[in-house]
């Protein structure tokens, strides 16, 4: 079995509109006609291009009316670290400074000891961008179910509500890193996420709220920014899991997460504030699927891995 068959079975994962957004078809369409391949297998070749140096992973997206860190993002974003670690890179995260603590109580159910990057809301990032770049100097940023504005420079949600003033406006990091000529990588599931610019015509066509928010910008909930690749996934946190199950497997090494895992850890960052986006509610969901749910694509996945393994050892 080729990798590049493993990769499209992972994208059909990516695509399993469990949510029933009706936007990820679509959205998917638009990446993989910029990739010309899976998604899945484009983002595991663009990080086995790279020497080991150092990824600074990038979430964070606050649930409205009490502007907190909802569950979709921090998970993915900590498998994803754990899976780079394990291959030898040099791995920090990033999030809004009051979900500090939500990431690093997911790294402790890994034991994964990676820095935790606190980001300001509402101040330049200037100073910071410049800072951390020159003392990390990364190979690549990922930005995963990551705020990101529109093109007059505006954050909403997907209902079109305004949350600039709940997000750091971290479009200045990217910036910098690409100047530094750092691959960018972006990791969502709406199109109003850092690094959908690239396909930020599809979001305005498919994606409700895309060119009109309804809030007074009438700018459209589309991300400007724009990444080298785009993973599109039904919810960013499978999204992460698929594209680290393809990394491992690309690198001949077993894909560590399951059921119980995926389990453990969204109770874990649930318990220090995290919220379903959907609900609102301090409960084992990610963007309104049961959890069960999401844990049963664990299964799945680590079955495809360890099976193709097995037939690429024959």
Known sequence: MEFKHLCEELDKILRLDIGFRGVVDGLYSAARSI???PLTQAFSEIINSMS???I??????????KAVQETDGPSGAIVLAKTLASLGFSVSLAIEEDSVEILKAGLEVF???CPVHPLPVNVPLSNLSQRLLRELKPSALIFIEKAGANDAGVYHNMFGVDVTKYHAKVERLLEDARNMRSKIIAIGDGGN?????LV????????????????PCRGGIAAS??????IVSSISNIGCYAASCSLLVSNNSPWFYNHNLELKLLKAIIDFGAVDAKTGDSCMMVDGVPAEVIASLMDVMAHMAERYLKMRRL
């Open 35 to 37: 990739t010309g391949k």
């Open 52 to 54: 080991l140096g150092h």
């Open 56 to 65: 600074i992973v990038i979430t964070g997206f606050k649930v409205v009316p």
């Open 111 to 113: 034991d994964l000891k």
């Open 193 to 197: 996420e850092v690094g959908f610019g």
């Open 200 to 215: 930020r015509e599809a979001v305005r066509k498919l994606v409700p709220r895309g060119s009109d928010c309804g809030c």
């Open 225 to 230: 920014s724009k990444a080298d690749v785009v």
